[in-house]
């Protein structure tokens, strides 16, 4: 009887982690790794990143050091590592001095297999911490949440900038990089300045295809989240996220309120309330966390059900992310966003008034661009979704768009109107309104803000009856969203574009997304 050769890295994978397979591009990285090279892995959020670099810090020889942001997280890893009996340990600010010692003291005896430290401690190669790292044996370097070291990137870390210099320290030590964030310009930044354009690059697979994407007109946020709730979700854990910590208090009581067990989360909370609630989320079933995006990073809840966005992400990464954490057991899961005109109004005027130089806010808009148009499409959102990380796929049949088409409808003479309001309230009068002024103005309605500027004399006045209040929001936010419109000054006040002008001299026509009507109007007469 011949034996099978030992596959040492399979006989890793089995005997610590319990897996039987490696999953996807896995095999393919541990080899590369445990034989010296270097890797970049872009891999999405419970792809599976972390065996990557377990295993082959298991079978080189020395420490596998993880370079990793997520202070807040090293606790978890390491007792979850030391449950499978592995030998871990981590260094950062957190930690009370013996135990620093402690860490240290293993570190040079050679009794660790992995330790995670955070990207600050290593100083650019001057600090405590990376002295002691000269005084060991070191069998790779894995750079976690690597995106951070993407300049416009929506996670930047100027610590991360130093980490070029592991490569100049310590030549032969192999590195391996690893996000799930992975636009064409991401990944490139980071092979540059991580110098990896020599290493293997590995894209995996960006779909998930048990979570349905869903993104609906915003009308009453709070209700239609319950609805969502009480419909599809009763009982499941789920993620909310809110842009404002106003907004995620309010929420999160509103929930309670309805009898919906919620937590809050977001960096104005206490830090030992953050952690409770955190640690809550993960051990108890069916909670509800209502959050800013400060939480979420490196979350490993397999069984969140839903994630609902209350405020439009500012980028499509972020989207992808944030929704990436429902589902990662396999199991179908929503991502549902709601999101509005004022939504628009807010991001633009967010981006204007923004810190940075004008390439900066073109960056952000090009961003927030690519979100919109993903909002707005009448195409599959999964293929819009994966389109933009470069992958090709075919509708998906599991996304609203797919689930019942939206129609399209040529809105280009409505577009005229509110366009023509804007620009006479501009050229005659020398103002500037929100969306709202110039809506009362096309529907006809003597408000008293009408009638205080006289904009009933306007030739506009009552020239846009045929549409609904709802039908001109929405209009107004789809220029918004395709640059036909832009907004300006501290009100956010609208204004023409650039863009506007081919559109108001009829050079060209504008195709929009019929919105559905609004379920709450039907969900209330049908209960009475
Ligand atoms: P990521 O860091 O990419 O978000 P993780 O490394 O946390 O993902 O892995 C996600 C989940 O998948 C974890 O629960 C992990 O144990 C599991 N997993 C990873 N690789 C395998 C595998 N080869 N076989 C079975 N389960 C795996
Ligand atoms: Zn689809």
């Not at 890893?77 to 009370?96: H, M």
Request: glycine share 8%; proline share 5%; with cysteine.
């Amino acid at each position: 009887v011949t034996e099978a050769p030992v596959d040492p890295a399979l006989e890793v994978l089995e005997r610590v982690f319990g897996y039987d397979a490696f999953r996807g591009p896995q095999r393919e990285v541990v080899d590369h790794v445990v034989a010296g090279g270097d890797a970049l892995v872009l891999m999405p959020t419970g792809g599976g990143k972390s065996l990557c670099y377990q295993v082959p810090a298991l079978l080189r020889e020395g420490v596998g050091v993880v370079v990793s942001p997520l202070i807040a997280l090293m606790q978890d890893q390491v007792d979850a590592l030391r449950n499978l009996g592995v030998r871990a340990g981590f260094l950062n600010s957190s930690q009370a001095r013996e135990e620093r010692r402690a860490v240290e003291e293993a570190f040079l005896a050679g009794e660790l297999d992995l330790l995670y430290v955070a990207p600050e401690s290593l100083g650019g190669g001057s600090s405590p911490t990376a002295r002691l790292l000269e005084r060991g044996r070191i069998a790779l370097f894995a750079i976690d949440e690597a995106h951070c070291v993407a300049q416009w990137g929506h996670d930047f870390r100027p610590d991360y900038l130093a980490l070029s210099m592991l490569h100049e320290r310590w030549p032969d030590v192999p590195r391996i990089a690893l996000t799930a964030t992975a636009t064409r310009a991401t990944h490139t930044e980071i092979s540059t300045r991580l110098q990896l354009d020599d290493a293997l690059h590995v894209v995996a697979g960006f779909d998930r295809p048990n979570i349905q994407y869903r993104i609906a007109p915003k009308d009453s946020p709070q209700k239609q989240l319950l609805d969502l709730l009480r419909t599809e979700h009763p009982g499941d854990a789920g993620i909310v996220y809110c842009l404002s910590r106003a907004s995620v208090e309010k929420t999160a009581e509103f929930l309670v309120g309805q009898g919906i067990p919620a937590l809050p989360y977001h960096a104005g909370l206490d830090q030992q309330v953050r952690a409770r609630n955190q640690a809550r989320f993960l051990r108890e079933d069916g909670l509800v966390m209502v959050a800013t995006i400060a939480f979420g990073m490196g979350i490993d809840k397999p069984d969140v059900r839903f994630v609902a966005h209350l405020d439009l992400p500012k980028s499509v990464e972020g989207y992808y992310q944030e929704t990436g954490r429902a589902g990662r057991d396999g199991q179908p899961a929503t991502a549902w966003l709601a999101y509005g005109l004022a939504d628009v109004v807010q991001q633009r005027k967010m981006i204007q008034t923004s810190d940075g130089d004008a390439a900066h806010r073109r960056v952000l808009s090009a961003q927030l661009d690519a979100m919109l148009a993903l909002c707005e499409t009448v195409d599959c959102r999964r293929v819009r979704l994966l389109a933009h990380f470069g992958q090709e796929s075919s509708p998906c049949g599991n996304c609203d768009t797919c689930l019942t088409p939206p129609e399209s409808w040529d809105a280009t003479i409505p577009a005229q109107k509110l366009l023509s309001t804007v620009l006479r309230l501009q050229r005659e009068r020398g103002q500037s309104f929100g969306a709202g002024q110039s809506i009362d103005i096309l529907l006809g309605r003597r408000t008293e803000k009408v009638a205080q500027h006289s904009h009933d004399e306007l030739t506009v006045f009552g020239i846009g009856t045929d549409l609904t209040e709802g039908q001109w929001r929405g209009v107004a936010r789809q220029l918004l969203a395709q640059g036909l419109l832009a907004v300006q000054g501290e009100y956010a006040t609208l204004a023409l574009s650039e863009a506007s002008g081919p559109v108001l001299r009829r050079e060209q026509t504008v195709l929009m997304r019929r919105d559905p009507d609004r379920p709450a109007r039907s969900g209330r007469s049908a209960r009475k």
